[in-house]
Nanobody, 117 residues
Framework: QVQLVESGGESVQAGGSLRLSCVVS????????MGWYRQAPGNPRELVAS???????NYADSVKGRFTISRDYAKNTVSLQMSSLKPEDTAVYYC???????????WGQGTQVTVSS
């Protein structure tokens, strides 16, 4: 059974920080590159950060230097530390394997991040 449970989203002021967490099924977590995606109203879902099974990370240009992704094998979790938040970071954030299809793959409920100016 696939499990993807995101948490940690809140409403914050611009410049603030948040830490998102995602509990992932062991069957996915241990063999897959994992990522954090976000989707703002009217926009497609986009991958903003990813971490390989070996721990290498990659970031979208829009979040580089502000977001940090990490994974904890003991807890089967993927986290996203976000700092210097901007209003344009406002979106629903989801975690999933890298390459997951919005249409055909299972997604969790996401967690809402709202950044006010």
């Amino acid at each position: 059974q696939v499990q993807l449970v995101e948490s940690g989203g809140e409403s914050v002021q611009a410049g603030g920080s948040l830490r998102l967490s995602c509990v992932v099924s062991a069957s996915i977590f241990r063999i897959r590159d994992m990522g954090w995606y976000r989707q703002a109203p009217g926009n497609p879902r986009e991958l903003v950060a990813s971490v390989t099974s070996g721990g290498s990370t990659n970031y979208a240009d829009s979040v580089k230097g502000r977001f940090t992704i990490s994974r904890d094998y003991a807890k089967n979790t993927v986290s996203l530390q976000m700092s210097s938040l901007k209003p344009e970071d406002t979106a629903v954030y989801y975690c999933n394997r890298v390459g997951a299809s919005v249409q055909y793959d299972y997604w969790g409920q996401g967690t809402q991040v709202t950044v006010s100016s």
